[in-house]
Each structure stands twice: as structure tokens, then as C-alpha cells.
């Protein structure tokens, strides 16, 4: 089992950035694929971006496409989120995800393990 812990989330203006981290605990970080999902008010939640247990292969949502980068550090059993660009509709609580899977996955159905979440509001 891991568990995961995010940090970086904040209140931003339009156009600004973000780098959301979530750190894992545990020496089974590199077993894992690693993911970001988020929440927006009323909404469901979606699949944002993962990456694979190598690192190799990663998957973006079409609407953060360009803007958003995830990336691990398995030295630091840490995954990110580089967020650019924000808009207001990438206002959410943003939620990291492990899958025991070695692929990168967008279905939240096939993560097993999830972090608490942290808070995104992105505002003129």
C-alpha cells in the first residue's frame, strides 16, 4: 500500500501557475502509476493527467493539453503537476492517484490509492 499526500494548491489569478506535489509514502512509489484527478463544484470528477511507473508514457486530458505537466521523481517518491495558464474553469480540488498498474491510465475506476486533495481556485 502507499499513501499519498498533495501539497500546492492555492488561489491564483487567470493566467498564473501552480506546481501540485504529492508525496508518497512508502519504499513502492516506483510500482506504481501514478495519476491527477480533479473535482470541480457540481461537477463529477475527471481524469487530468498520468504517467506511467516508468516515466515513459503520459496521458492529458484534452483541455489542459499544453498547459499542465506531470511528471515523478521516484528519488523523491513524488509526483507533480506543473500547472500553466490556469483558467477559471480549472478551478477544482485536484486529487492524486496511484494504480498498481505499470501503464497510465485515465479511468479513475483502475486507481486504488488517493490522496486527501488539495484546493485550485483560479480567479480574475
Known amino acids: 500500500q502507499v499513501q499519498l499526500v498533495e501539497s500546492g494548491g492555492g488561489s491564483v489569478q487567470i493566467g498564473g501557475s501552480l506546481r501540485l506535489s504529492c508525496a508518497a509514502s512508502g519504499r513502492t512509489f516506483s510500482t506504481y502509476g501514478m495519476g491527477w484527478f480533479r473535482r470541480a463544484p457540481g461537477k463529477e470528477r475527471e481524469f487530468v493527467a498520468s504517467?506511467?511507473?516508468?516515466?515513459?508514457?503520459?496521458n492529458y486530458e484534452n483541455t489542459v493539453k499544453g498547459r499542465f505537466t506531470i511528471s515523478r521523481d521516484t528519488a523523491k517518491n513524488t509526483q507533480y503537476l506543473q500547472m500553466n495558464s490556469l483558467k477559471p474553469e480549472d478551478t477544482a480540488v485536484y486529487y492524486c492517484?496511484?494504480?498498481?498498474?505499470?501503464?497510465?491510465?485515465?479511468?479513475?475506476?483502475?486507481?486504488?490509492?488517493w490522496g486527501q486533495g488539495t484546493q485550485v481556485t483560479v480567479s480574475s
Open positions: 492517484a496511484a494504480t498498481p498498474l505499470s501503464w497510465a491510465p485515465i479511468s479513475h475506476t483502475l486507481y486504488t490509492n
Open positions: 504517467i506511467s511507473r516508468s516515466g515513459d508514457t503520459t
